[in-house]
């Protein structure tokens, strides 16, 4: 009898440990969740206090914007944020935010920075090395690896409703009412078929994998999988703490 008393006691005292030692773990994971999505805000907050455009520089105030709306988005993100989860996706926000605020840079033609982490999202989608265009439902889109008077919406890479679509400065955001609803998921199909797919063909896309086009075809083949809304479930690179690792997750732009 004593001896399985015995037994029972250190069984308490093991899974007692087990249940501490998890629970501070856990701990200690939301608190680095939080420390890296805190330092990413802050981070793409300091840029964005600290820059302007030009009035003559449409392409430029057009990507800043873009980065306050996400610096907004992020803040907004944090201050609800309670699991590592909703941290990371903090720090997506975040991470999509400093890639406008480096497109914004590039485009006044001053240093870019430091290098941004990359985005799950954006990894085999490479950037544009030429011009590209296409009409599609009447309307004329366009895109250029740099900025011009015609191209002034900067999209980092990512993909959008399943296909992928390579960074670069385009005539229109048609990646966002593609990101809205049925009707704008079969516009991006459309653009995807008659402007990126022969882009990533014609090798006029710089990065990309292999199988990048094809994959794209495939995945958005059926448009009810409207995909990834904001290729930022998730945008990361090295480790989680440090420049935002490979096992950040799956997001998606």
């Not at 629970?23 to 805000?41: G, I, Q, S, T």
């Not at 014609?202 to 199988?211: F, T």
Request: glycine share 18%.
């Amino acid at each position: 009898m004593e001896l399985w008393l015995t037994l029972l006691v250190i069984a308490i005292a093991v899974i007692a440990f087990v249940v501490y030692t998890n629970k501070r773990r856990a701990e200690r994971e939301l608190a680095d969740a939080e420390a890296e999505a805190r330092r990413l805000y802050e981070r793409l907050g300091g840029q964005t206090m600290n820059l302007s455009a030009p009035g003559d520089n449409p392409a430029a105030s057009q990507a800043l914007a873009d980065a306050g709306e996400r610096y907004t988005a992020a803040g907004s993100q944090l201050e609800s944020a309670s699991s590592i989860r909703q941290y990371r996706l903090a720090c997506e926000t975040a991470i999509e935010g400093l890639h406008y605020i480096r497109a914004g840079r590039e485009a006044m033609g001053i240093d870019p920075g430091p290098a941004v982490p990359e985005l799950p999202g954006q990894r085999g989608t490479g950037a544009l090395t030429e011009r590209v265009s296409a009409d599609v439902e009447g309307r004329s889109y366009t895109g250029s690896p740099t900025p011009d008077d015609e191209n002034r919406h900067y999209y980092p890479g990512g993909r959008v409703d399943g296909r992928p679509v390579p960074a670069g400065w385009y005539n229109t955001p048609w990646w966002k009412p593609a990101l809205a609803g049925v009707g704008g998921a079969l516009v991006g199909v459309m653009i995807f078929d008659a402007m990126l797919a022969p882009a990533y063909a014609g090798g006029m896309v710089e990065g990309a994998a292999a199988d990048a086009g094809a994959d794209g075809g495939d995945a958005g083949g059926d448009t009810g999988d409207a995909g990834d809304g904001g290729d930022f479930g998730g945008d990361g690179g090295g480790d989680f703490g440090g420049d935002f690792g490979g096992d950040f997750g799956g997001f998606d732009f």
